[in-house]
């Protein structure tokens, strides 16, 4: 490491509040597949900034638009109309079948407006205020005081009690947990379709099938969080597209701007026309020109590059070399996960292999302590996954 690098990163120690445990390197610039540290060194990535830059870095046509809307118009507000906001409303309305779109600036924010639109719901048809929400041991949907309470992860939210309130816990895939969460207060059941950070678990149809069926029995509304496996990372647009189970409210983010922070939470019309009004939430940035400008070129690439297709193409050869991995090395236990949201599950913790593989120019990253994540942009090839898993199988090699 540089001299120069050693500096930004103790200035950066000094500067910042420690609220993460970064990685010793300093990021420079990318392109497509790859990133640079200040001292020029390449690195292959398969974590695309957490499954954010599905498209690659440095893609022009991408630059290009965002750059054509900073010299036309930045920002207005949401009490006047904008044509990227209703051009990026219309194509994900599109490409979601859901009906209408909030646009926020994150994905915790998509979550806060979800868990609104639900006590809203819940609200207008009895009055009262003491409806619960049903969510996954597990999860992760923010750290946001909404988004934290419907976190399955009692560490994440112990020091900031109290929660919002009136929120359940769960078991993915164990339906009988559900119904036993379940009484007249219960407005709205959440969960990830694929749980990311938790572990990468991914629902299974016949408890998705379920749970759609109970909330239509009950008048409950399904929230189905995909920021994360959303956005075509499961090859499908959405991962609840691959099981036909609709949710009545949507979350998506992360890989939906590909680097401008954006989010949404979309609704059908049956939630839209029973929850929130003019005056119930807002937001000052979100579905600004320059954010629905990048959703826009997004949505377009998305079609125009087969971005879903190359996800079904490549995901089942990532899918064979990691496996491949665990058949190699007792101490990997499990491989699981959907298209290109994938995780190697080590019966130990992962934390020095993934420096190890950093260091040899990999960029990987844990879900919990024993976990490999695999978010890579979705336009990484066949021969890619071949350089990673060289990087990675040299890594194990001297573990
Ligand atoms: C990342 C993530 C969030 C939170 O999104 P932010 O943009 O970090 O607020 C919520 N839910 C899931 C499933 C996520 O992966």
């Known amino acids: 490491m540089s001299e120069k690098m050693k500096e930004y990163i103790e200035e950066a120690e000094k500067a910042l509040l420690h609220t993460y445990n970064r990685y010793q390197i300093v990021l420079d ?10 001292d020029g060194k390449k690195y292959l990535d398969f974590v695309s900034g957490i499954a954010v830059f599905a498209l690659g870095y440095n893609n022009k046509s991408y630059n290009d638009a965002l750059k054509g809307q900073i010299d036309k118009l930045l920002h207005t507000s949401n009490y006047y109309y904008n044509v990227p906001a209703i051009e990026a409303a219309k194509k994900l309305k599109e490409v979601s079948g859901m009906d209408r779109v909030f646009f926020t600036n994150s994905g915790a924010e998509a979550i806060e407006g979800a868990i609104k639109a639900a006590r809203k719901y819940a609200f207008l048809k009895d ?28 560490h994440y939210r112990e ?4 929660m919002i309130g009136n929120i359940r816990f769960a078991d993915l895939n164990d339906f009988d947990s559900v119904l036993s969460c379940v009484n007249e207060k219960t407005c709205a059941i959440l969960l990830e379709t694929v749980q ?4 990468i678990f991914p629902a299974s149809r016949q408890f998705l099938e379920s749970i759609r069926k109970l909330c239509d029995e009950r008048d409950i509304l399904l929230i189905l969080d995909e920021i994360q496996c959303g956005m075509g990372r ?28 954006v989010g949404a939470f979309l ?25 629905c400008a990048a959703i826009n070129k997004v949505l377009d690439l998305f079609k125009q590059d087969n971005i879903i ?17 665990k058949d190699k090395y007792d101490f990997i236990i499990d491989r699981r996960g959907l298209g290109l949201l994938q995780g190697l599950v080590f019966d130990r913790p992962v934390g020095d292999i993934i420096n190890s593989a950093l260091e040899k120019g990999l960029i990987l990253i ?34």
Request: hydrophobic letters at 35%; glycine letters at 12%; a negative charge.
């Open 29 to 38: 610039k990318g392109d497509g597949v790859y990133l640079y540290d200040i």
């Open 127 to 154: 009055g009262k205020n003491d409806h619960e929400i049903i969510a996954m041991n597990h999860s992760f949907h923010g750290r946001t005081f909404g988004a934290l309470s419907v976190t399955g992860n009692p």
């Open 159 to 162: 020091a900031f009690e109290p």
């Open 196 to 199: 990311g950070e938790g572990g």
């Open 234 to 261: 499961t090859g499908y647009m959405y991962a609840w597209q691959r099981y036909n189970v609709k949710p009545d409210i949507m979350t998506t983010a992360k890989a939906l701007g590909c680097g401008v922070p």
């Open 267 to 291: 609704l059908n019309e049956k939630t839209a026309q029973n929850s929130l009004v003019a005056g119930d939430h807002g937001t000052t940035y979100g579905g600004n020109p320059f954010a």
């Open 309 to 325: 297709e190359n996800v079904n193409e490549v995901a089942p050869y990532l899918e064979k070399r990691l496996d491949e991995l």
């Open 366 to 399: 844990n879900a919990g302590a024993q976990i490999i994540r695999f978010v890579p942009p979705l336009v990484i090839t066949k021969e890619n996954v071949d350089d990673m898993i060289l990087i990675l199988d040299t890594v194990l090699s001297a573990v």
